[in-house]
């Protein structure tokens, strides 16, 4: 089992560009990272550092959202809003550039939150088009578009809250390179059986998330049993990285004692 850390959820208490070191000295190789910038065209000299900052870490970049908006304002993505589906374009290139310069092969294209004054038919097939904008050029550079489920928790307006869902919209873009990005919190923060999931589609999950439930929290917080979950995941093949997407408790670099120092098996 591989696992990343994601560097927008934990060590956020250090500048963005100290982070990929502190995930090293955790004993971290590879980080994953929301859209780090403030807007979809960030300046070659922003992309420029974060580069310089994980190479020189000697940390791999694994997963990579495109732009998701203004998340701190509540936005979740762009890709079914009329009014934000010109930001991600804008974003599509610049984002799928710096990921192919570092070897990321996925990225992962927020949905959206649900504007009730707008056609939900007209957000769809807004999303399906931008989906396979996105794919398109990411396949150039051998990049798999994810599509994520997220739950009505925490995103009350979010369009997509279950693995169905996903692969619904997957299926409607048709993309060879368009997989689920399964977060195992968000599916059973929705009721979700995430076990009977991962046994009957592990194997063609494009990436995954983990947070303990209810509080996102670590591993071992809540009611998942992960030793059992992750031992599933590993059975069915899966190759890529699960990455910590979870809240800590406290300063970052205490919050893996449940994995062991070379950070690859549970405790």
Request: contains cysteine; negative net charge.
């Amino acid at each position: 089992m591989r696992f990343a850390v994601n560097l927008s959820i934990l060590f956020t208490e250090l500048p963005l560009l100290e982070r990929p070191a502190a995930a090293a000295r955790a004993g971290f190789d590879a980080v994953e990272m929301w859209w780090p910038f403030d807007g979809p065209q960030p300046a070659d000299r922003e992309l420029d550092a974060l580069r310089r900052a994980i190479e020189d870490a000697g940390v791999r970049l694994v997963g990579l959202n495109f732009d998701g908006g203004d998340m701190a304002a509540g936005d979740r993505g762009l890709i079914c809003s009329p009014t934000g589906s010109a930001r991600f374009r804008a974003n599509i290139d610049v984002a799928v550039g710096f990921a192919s310069t570092l070897g990321c092969r996925v990225m992962n294209a927020l949905y959206g939150n649900l504007d009730p004054d707008v056609p939900a038919a007209v957000q769809r097939r807004l999303a399906v088009e931008n989906l396979g904008r996105a794919a398109e050029a990411a396949a150039r550079a051998g990049i798999t578009v994810l599509v994520e489920a997220t739950n009505t928790y925490d995103n009350p307006r979010y369009g997509i809250t279950s693995s169905a869902a996903a692969y619904e919209l997957i299926g409607e873009v048709g993309a060879a390179n368009v997989a689920f990005l399964a977060d195992l919190y968000h599916l059973a923060r929705m009721g979700e059986d995430v076990a009977a999931l991962i046994d009957r589609d592990g194997a063609r999950f494009g990436h995954v998330q983990i947070a303990d439930v209810p509080g996102r929290g670590r591993p071992g917080t809540g009611v998942l049993p992960y030793p059992d979950l992750l031992a599933r995941l590993e059975a069915t093949g899966y190759s890529g990285h699960v990455s910590l997407e979870y809240r800590p408790s406290g300063p970052s670099a205490g919050e893996f004692g449940w994995l062991t120092p070379d950070r690859t098996r549970w405790r």
